[in-house]
């Protein structure tokens, strides 16, 4: 297992897409700030060329993370059984269970490191080039962060089983979609008539990052208190067992 470990970081750290990857991600929010304080410069009564606006992008939309780490998924996986990786692994008689989880810490890892990297370059360029002012700061986004983090981790973990589950990987990529988006808002609208289903819909993460209130005059964030920082955890430690399960599950059955 080490050894597999060992060849999927060589991989990624060789791997063409993981950098243009990370040039995106950290092009989208520099590109961001700098059309702000482009405007802003323009036009001094701009209201928007402000960190507040510029952090509640994020803040309001904690999900943005979950998404992030579905497209590294990608990126290391969709083409595993094309490239022979996973025939390689299969071949040397690695447990598959084993396999699964290699390819989760290794997603895990080139994760962080492009989470860390897009973050610096977030708040660093929006501190230099926008007014510091309004209602949602870098505080926020660390505690949005930290509230989506579990959530993104049981994201990955389902983007893993996806990927190895489905043929095609836009066929995966619409179970993730259902999974993590389609069906809480399916739940949340039964829940109208339904009090039972609407207390099991906010435990979801779309639906209680989705009824949060934060922009750039107001935030009412679910980190902000105790309570709702631990239904991030528990929900997102929640998925994180039942998607791990379910690779195993899908490994065993699956034809390699």
Not at 47 to 53: C, G, L
Not at 84 to 110: E, W
Not at 114 to 139: F, I, P, R
């Amino acid at each position: 297992m080490l050894n597999y470990m060992k060849s999927e970081i060589y991989r990624a750290v060789h791997s063409p897409a993981v950098y243009i990857t990370a040039l995106v991600f950290a092009a989208m929010p520099l590109c961001l700030n700098l059309v702000l304080y482009a405007f802003g410069a323009a036009d001094p009564g701009f209201p928007y060329a402000t960190t507040s606006f510029s952090f509640s992008n994020v803040a309001a939309n904690p999900m943005i993370f979950a998404y992030g780490a579905l497209v590294v998924v990608y990126v290391l996986y969709e083409g595993s059984r094309k490239n022979g990786s996973m025939k390689n692994a299969v071949a040397y008689g690695l447990a598959r269970h084993k396999i699964f989880a290699v390819q989760c810490i290794v997603s895990f890892l080139v994760s962080m490191i492009l989470l860390c990297l897009t973050e610096a370059v977030y708040v660093g360029s929006a501190c230099l080039l926008l007014e510091e002012k309004g209602a949602v700061n870098v505080a926020d986004m660390a505690g949005s962060t930290a509230a989506a983090f579990p959530v993104a981790a049981a994201a990955l973990v389902l983007g893993v089983v996806v990927v190895q589950a489905s043929e095609r990987g836009f066929a995966g990529l619409v179970i993730w979609l259902c999974v993590m988006s389609f069906i809480p808002q399916g739940f949340l609208y039964l829940g109208l008539q339904v009090d039972a289903l609407r207390e099991a819909a906010m435990w979801m993460p779309h639906n209680f990052f989705s009824a949060m209130t934060v922009n750039q005059s107001v935030c009412e964030a679910i980190w902000d208190t105790g309570a709702g920082m631990a239904r991030c955890w528990i929900a997102g430690a929640a998925g994180l067992v039942l998607f791990s399960v379910a690779g195993v599950y899908v490994m065993r059955k699956k034809e390699l």
